[in-house]
């Protein structure tokens, strides 16, 4: 029996385990591996950011800050359609202080779209419910 290939959910994970790693890390260039050309965000706040570069740019500013906070996206559920090569992503997200203080927090939806180099996020919404 062969190896076992990784599922389209494992993939995923993989995925944004790698992008959280990128926040940690300060690296936008790992950031970006995850987002699609097309890639679109409204962040906590409500804010709407139109573009994968726009929102790059937003994170190498925040890079840039030492006090800056560092966001984890924790995955809750990862449905993969049957029938369009997409995926629906829901999960919490914190976003936590240098001192490991959680700030903010809250709940995110993602859609992923397979393509011929991987899964890559086409859009987030992501909602802050909490603030300390």
């Known amino acids: 029996m062969g190896p076992t290939l990784p599922t389209s959910e494992s993939l995923i994970r993989t995925a944004r385990e ?5 926040i940690a890390e300060r690296s936008a260039n790992i950031v970006a591996e ?4 097309d890639f679109v965000v409204i962040v906590g706040d409500g804010t709407l950011i139109p573009t994968r570069d726009a929102y790059l740019d937003a994170y190498r500013s925040q890079f840039a800050d030492p006090s800056r906070l560092r966001y984890v996206r924790t995955p809750d559920i990862i449905e993969v359609s049957s029938s369009h090569p997409l995926a629906s992503e829901q999960g919490h997200w914190t976003a936590t202080l240098p001192d490991g203080t959680i700030s903010y927090s809250g709940t995110y939806s993602a859609i992923w779209r397979r393509t011929p180099s991987g899964w890559k996020l086409r859009s987030e919404l992501f909602v802050t ?4």
Do not use: C, M
Request: hydrophobic content about 25%; charged content about 25%.
């Open 129 to 132: 419910l909490t603030q300390a």
């Open 18 to 22: 790698r992008s959280n790693r990128g």
């Open 34 to 37: 995850s987002l699609d050309t």
